[in-house]
């Protein structure tokens, strides 16, 4: 851990190798003038809208939505199934019935999905009501850029399903919403805050309880969301093997905020792209596609406000990644790890493992915030 004291209050970091532009937003963060204790990065930190993903932010009585982040209730999902047995084409067969249940990058279900959650739904808020019909044709659907289905193996050899997807342009629509209404308030306000990036709404406002509400209904839709496409999945695995038995479904999120109690008060955590790691919880801690994934237990770190990495996290951009990174290398990184993958083109590079920190890396730099318990080989992936 590393502490940066030049702000209002410090930065903790969990890395050495943090870009200008996140530790620029970092030090925005800890000049928050309710910001608590200090500021705290994981080690997967990079450049976000505002706030960086990979931080953790502790605020009193206030609520971020951009330190949410976007995609409300983004997490992982995994299971461990019984099955040691499988071959290259099994795998494919498997991968190709998932695609044919579950919808990737903009595609949403033909028809409306069934979940109990959507009976309960906080309709007297406009933009759930809104857009909770769209919604129930997103239930189930992985979406694009960095959300994932991948197929996986342990160090015993078991077959392991895994997903990466959060609430679609469900949450998408509410993050937005909310920030324009804070924007609106900060700036009637003449709010001390050092972009409007971070603009906020007091929790106790009519504003902040909506958004607390629209949130928490999003990070459920998110959750039942990643739940349904595992359940795709291991249907998939049933047909090809039969009689498949799966352990109980892990399943987290990334990106909310919730109250806790950290070093003597009540406050509001931001987690924007970090996983909850409290004393003995068990998480999930992806790499890039080609590289391993980490099912892990929290350790309860104080100073982390009981947090670690949601992933490897990006070292380079989309863009960048697609200008700099070599296709023929990158591919050939995958055919050598023997997974099955789709990189066919430089527009694919974005998502390569070429652009994204070593996993090993972000976990030795973790140790005093989880300890590894499962370590997960790649074998087949399908990107959003």
Same mark, same amino acid.
């Given at each position: %851990?590393?502490?940066?004291?030049? @702000?209002?209050?410090?930065?903790? %970091?969990?890395?050495?190798?943090? @870009?200008?532009?996140? /530790?620029? $937003? ?24 505002? %706030? ?17 982040? #976007? ?19 099994? /795998? ?7 695609? @044919? ?8 279900? #033909? ?24 919604? +129930?044709?997103?239930?189930?659907? !992985? ?8 197929? $996986? ?19 998408? +629509? &509410? ?9 609106? /308030? ?19 406002? $009519? ?12 990070? =459920? ?9 595992? /359940?795709?999945?291991?249907?998939? &695995? ?27 008060? =009540?406050?509001? &955590? ?56 070599? !296709?023929?290398?990158?591919? +050939? ?14 527009? =694919? ?8 920190? =070593?996993?090993?890396?972000? %976990? ?14 790649? !074998?087949?992936?399908? #990107?959003?």
């Amino acid at each position: %851990m590393k502490v940066i004291a030049t @702000e209002r209050i410090p930065i903790k %970091m969990w890395l050495d190798d943090i @870009e200008d532009g996140a /530790l620029e $937003q970092a030090k925005n963060l800890a000049n928050l003038p309710f910001a608590f204790k200090h500021i705290a990065l994981a080690p997967d930190c990079h450049k976000g809208f505002g %706030m960086p993903i990979g931080g953790i932010l502790a605020t009193t009585d206030v609520i971020i939505p951009n330190a949410v982040g #976007k995609d409300i209730g983004c997490g992982m999902c995994a299971s461990k199934s019984n099955i040691k047995e499988y071959d290259t084409e099994s /795998l494919k067969k498997i991968m190709s019935l998932i695609r @044919e249940r579950i919808p990737v990058g903009f595609n949403h279900h #033909k028809d409306k999905e069934e979940w109990h959650g959507f009976d309960e739904a906080p309709t007297h808020i406009p933009i759930i009501k809104n857009e909770l019909e769209s919604a +129930k044709y997103q239930l189930g659907t !992985l979406g694009g850029g960095n959300h994932f289905i991948e197929l $996986q193996s342990d160090e015993e050899g078991y077959l392991w399903c895994m997903l990466h997807s959060g609430s679609r342009n469900f949450g998408l +629509k &509410i993050a937005d919403e909310y920030h324009k209404k804070a924007v609106v /308030l900060c700036d009637q306000w003449y709010s001390n805050i050092p972009v409007k990036d971070l603009a906020f709404l007091p929790i106790d406002s $009519q504003e902040g309880k909506e958004y607390e509400e629209a949130m928490n209904f999003a990070l =459920d839709f998110a959750k039942a969301s990643r739940l349904s496409m595992m /359940l795709d999945m291991q249907i998939a &695995i049933d047909d090809v093997f039969g009689h498949t038995e799966f352990d109980p479904i892990i399943n987290v999120h990334h990106n909310y905020a919730r109250y806790e109690h950290h070093f003597g008060r =009540d406050v509001i &955590i931001h987690r924007k792209g970090a996983t909850s790691a409290r004393k003995d919880e068990i998480g999930i801690i992806p790499g890039s596609q080609g590289t391993a994934s980490y099912i892990v237990k929290g350790l309860g770190n104080p100073e982390s406000f009981m947090s670690c990495s949601h992933g490897a996290g990006r070292k380079i951009g989309r863009k960048e990644a697609q200008r700099s990174l070599n !296709l023929q290398d990158e591919i +050939k990184r995958l055919d050598d790890a023997g997974v099955i993958h789709s990189i066919r083109s430089e527009s =694919d590079l974005d998502e390569a493992s070429g652009a994204y920190k =070593d996993i090993e890396c972000v %976990m030795e730099n973790q140790k005093d915030l989880v300890e590894i318990v499962t370590k997960l080989k790649p !074998l087949a992936v399908v #990107k959003g």
